[in-house]
């Protein structure tokens, strides 16, 4: 929020720009009543990528699959798991109580500050499992033994990614599907040239092979190029879409809801 706050309280010239996701530009300002802004205070520039997002398992945890591991979560009413996430309110803390609710259970959540935090938390063996975007230090943990991938929740994956299951191969929740999508975002208002100017050295830079590469390896699907403002807003609306249909899937309202 702080990031989003210093590129709206600049002019909107194109000079400064937000480099951020449906966490910081769309849930926050849903969610947080300590957020000064509103979605609809950025207009996309250009997306850049939907970065695969895992559910992985403590290695103590019995579950090999992820369909075993939801067995599991449902017999285990008494006691819920515990996950971990990098905060409240964020996508991965929403999928969690969303999961949860389709299962008809309950998990209890564990916010850590950052990604870091939260995979030490799992590799230590402080919470069950953990909802967090892919990074591949994940695999030379797991082949550790020092936690489990059970699922993404996308139904591709970049070739880098192809050893971890799909959520459609799963027989319990196969539409379960989610990603974190980001991209380059400007102040309202920004002068469409100055825009296109930004997006087009962005398509640039993604169609060179090393930088595809780069983002594939890390488990992100790069985004279609696109050439216009008015193909850029029907982005930006089908991210709105999409979180506000998880904020609404688990109870919650939005601020001024």
């Known amino acids: 929020m702080i990031g989003a706050n210093k590129v709206l309280s600049a002019p909107a010239d194109g000079y400064t720009f937000f480099h951020g996701s449906i966490n910081e530009v769309f849930l926050a300002p849903m969610l947080n009543p300590a957020a000064r802004y509103k979605p609809q205070d950025f207009m996309l520039a250009a997306p850049i990528s939907d970065a695969t997002i895992v559910l992985m398992v403590r290695s103590g945890l019995s579950a090999e ?26 996508i991965y803390h929403l999928m969690g109580d969303a999961l949860a609710a389709r299962l008809g259970t309950t998990f209890l ?47 591709a994956l970049p070739p880098a990614l192809k050893h971890i299951p799909l959520i459609s191969q799963s027989r319990l929740a196969p ?14 208002g920004t002068p469409e040239n100055r825009v296109a100017v930004l997006r087009k050295a962005i398509g640039e830079a993604l169609a060179k092979p090393d930088i595809r590469a780069r983002l594939e390896a890390e488990g992100r699907t790069v985004a279609q190029p696109i050439d216009s403002q008015a193909q850029a807003n029907q982005v930006f609306d089908r991210y709105m879409t999409r979180v506000t249909q998880l904020v609404r899937s688990v109870g919650r309202k939005t601020n001024g809801a």
Not at 66 to 87: I, M, N, S
Not at 112 to 141: N, R, W
Not at 182 to 188: R, T
Request: without cysteine; neutral net charge; glycine residues 12%.
């Open 65 to 90: 699959t992820f369909d075993r591991f939801l067995e599991q979560a449902r017999q285990g009413k008494d006691k819920p798991l515990t996950y971990a996430t990098v905060g409240i309110d964020s």
């Open 175 to 188: 539409d379960f599907e989610y990603t974190i999508s980001g991209g380059y975002f400007v102040k309202a």
């Open 109 to 155: 959540h564990v916010p850590y500050k950052g990604g870091a935090p939260a995979l030490q938390g799992l590799a230590g063996g402080e919470v069950d499992f953990a909802i967090l975007p892919y990074q591949s230090s994940f695999d030379s943990m797991q082949q550790q033994g020092r936690l489990r991938i059970l699922t993404s929740f996308s139904k």
